[in-house]
């Protein structure tokens, strides 16, 4: 049998080909947390015998990941220090940030933030989709994107000639 916790102990199949118990432990209904998992084993006479319990950690939540800088829909030029917050329950493995098909990965600077310095010169004027994927420890993903206005090109002005005796331009 299988115990989980303080629930009651569950029956498992006896796997013949691999000579042993097995029991496939459905998680996905389960909120996020530790569990206790403790295999139980009784002879035909009634004797009970117990494997000392693991504790194991159940992630069913998606990483939350969300944009410090910039904010949407601003303007930006030449490098861009773009700024995330990811936060799991498990812990998040990395952060990837994708920006005109391009993936680039996002460096840890303490906490629960991650930076990446992005160089917009290669990048056309106009509206950007910033893209960035949180991964946690077991694999689950989550994707926050926003636009930004790149605009690189440095203003134009032109002086006219005076004209007349005023001397005005």
């Known amino acids: 049998d299988l115990r989980i916790g303080a629930a009651p ?6 796997n013949a080909a691999a000579g042993r118990y097995e029991d496939a432990w459905a998680t996905a209904s389960l909120p996020d947390g530790a569990y206790s998992l403790e295999a139980i084993a009784v002879d035909s006479s009634g004797n009970q015998g117990s494997a000392i319990p693991i ?3 159940v992630d ?3 990483p939350a990941v969300a944009f410090i800088v910039p904010g949407s829909n601003a303007l930006v030029s030449d ?3 773009v700024r995330v917050s990811a936060l799991d329950f498990g812990g998040v493995a990395w952060v990837n940030l994708t920006v005109g098909g391009q ?6 600077v303490g906490g629960d933030t991650y930076r990446y310095l992005l160089d917009s010169s290669g990048l056309g004027p106009g ?3 910033l893209a960035a994927t949180a991964t946690d420890v077991v694999g689950l993903t989550m994707t ?3 636009s930004v206005k790149v605009d690189n090109q440095a203003p134009t002005i032109s002086l006219g000639t005076p004209s007349g005796d005023s001397g005005a331009i």
């Open 9 to 14: 102990a569950v029956a498992m199949t006896y």
């Open 127 to 129: 509206p950007v989709s």
């Open 79 to 81: 490098i861009v220090d």
């Open 144 to 146: 926050k994107s926003l």
């Open 55 to 57: 504790d194991v950690r």
């Open 60 to 62: 069913n939540t998606p």
């Open 103 to 108: 993936t680039y990965t996002m460096a840890s």
